[in-house]
């Protein structure tokens, strides 16, 4: 668990012991009971592995119902936290970052997050508790000469891509600079997978593991319309990307024309990314203008803190998240932030919420679809329900 207490950060390993309960014995007053009125009485299982197991145990055996939240995380939090969970949102370090790369005259296209082929030439980060941008390159950039002004820059030019990656995974493995929230535009389906990548490729997967305050950095595959994405989650930091929460939560601006930053940032802020259109190219930029190539990357990270200070989507899900008793990611999904305000809710009135079930795969009839009548029609009308 990582928070904090009375303003101070806390890192702590906590060996949880969770709770599962069953048809309670004849005879027996148990206090608690499900939601049919079944009594029911609490099994204390030693760790997370022996609840597990004893659930797979008795998953086949007909009237053994093994009752309780299942997912271990939640309950922990129900246990640890009841009631309402009062937040600073002060406290909360979120970095917002965005990350430049440099794929040359190469003409392999845009960077592949998967290959990581390309080296990372800027590395642009805004910290939420001291209000600095960072500004770390491998090219010249001056802070003076910025277009950005009126915002405290602290700036470092780094010899080699190694020593500017080694510069990001000390600052995100350093207690006092870790953050609890990383942000940025489609930092989950790009930045973090490259910038992963990336490190494993040049320094091995001894230093991936490093940026996690625990050690460890997981690989997932997600699939999207684009089809199956890798992404990566970082035990002890939560990605809240805000291409994400503004799909999600950003539904008072109605409908886009695309989610590029350029469009949303237009669209919330009437202010645009900055323009390279005299050079033709990044590639262009990067060689001919440093300084303007840097603020560019600055840029983007200032627009979408920008935004968060004016639409404050990540205070939402935080809101969410502390109302609900769930990480901060749940907020993204659906069903799980219901299924602990259900739970947390049963919980005080000693009710156990019913085993989980696994439904197999079924195929379901579609609508109905029309042949089409070619040619051209008056009176048309389109519509369709939820």
């Known amino acids: 668990m990582r928070g904090y207490e009375d303003g101070r950060r806390i890192k702590k390993k ?21 939601l049919d009125g079944t009594q029911v009485d609490p099994i204390t299982f030693d760790d997370m592995a022996s609840a597990k197991q004893f659930v797979e145990m008795y998953s086949d ?16 939090i129900a246990d640890e936290f009841p009631g309402v969970i009062k937040f600073d949102r002060s406290k909360v370090r979120v970095h917002t970052f965005d990350c430049e790369i440099f794929s040359g005259d190469s003409g392999g296209g845009f960077p592949k997050p998967e290959e990581a082929k390309h080296p990372v030439t800027a590395i642009s980060l805004h910290d939420s508790i001291s209000d600095i941008y960072y500004v770390w390159t491998l090219s010249d950039y001056d802070p003076k000469l910025s277009e950005h002004k009126g915002i405290n820059i602290q700036h470092v030019k780094f010899d080699t891509e190694i020593g500017l990656l080694k510069q990001l995974i000390s600052f995100w493995s350093n207690e006092f600079t870790c953050p609890d929230i990383l942000t940025g535009w489609n930092i989950r389906t790009f930045d973090i997978p490259y910038l992963v990548n990336r490190i494993n490729r040049l320094l091995g997967e001894d230093y991936v593991n490093k940026i996690s305050p625990w050690g460890h950095v997981e690989q997932k595959q997600v699939n999207m319309l684009k089809g199956v994405v890798q992404v990566y989650d970082i035990s002890g930091i939560a990605q809240l990307d ?58 983007d990270t200032i627009l979408v803190k920008r935004m968060e200070d004016k639409i404050a989507l990540i205070t939402l899900a935080l809101t969410m998240a502390y109302k609900a008793g769930v990480n901060y990611n749940d907020t993204l999904g659906t069903t799980a932030i219901w299924d602990q305000l259900i739970h947390r809710q049963l919980k005080q009135e000693k009710v156990v919420i019913p085993p989980g079930k696994n439904y197999p795969k079924q195929e379901f009839e579609g609508a109905y679809v029309k042949e089409t009548i070619v040619g051209r029609h008056d009176w048309l009308l389109t519509f369709d329900v939820n």
């Open 242 to 299: 805000y291409l994400d929460i503004f799909k999600k939560f950003g539904m008072k601006f109605g409908p886009q024309e695309n989610y590029r930053l350029n469009t949303i940032a237009v669209a919330v802020l009437g202010e645009e990314k900055m323009s390279y259109d005299e050079y033709g190219t990044l590639t262009n930029l990067y060689r001919e203008n440093p300084q303007l190539y840097n603020d560019y990357c600055l840029k």
């Open 61 to 76: 055996v007909q009237n053994f119902t093994v009752y309780g939240h299942t997912n271990y995380i939640m309950q922990y």
């Open 14 to 34: 906590i060996k949880f012991k969770p709770t599962l309960y069953v048809k309670a014995k004849q005879g027996s007053k148990s206090e608690y009971h499900a």
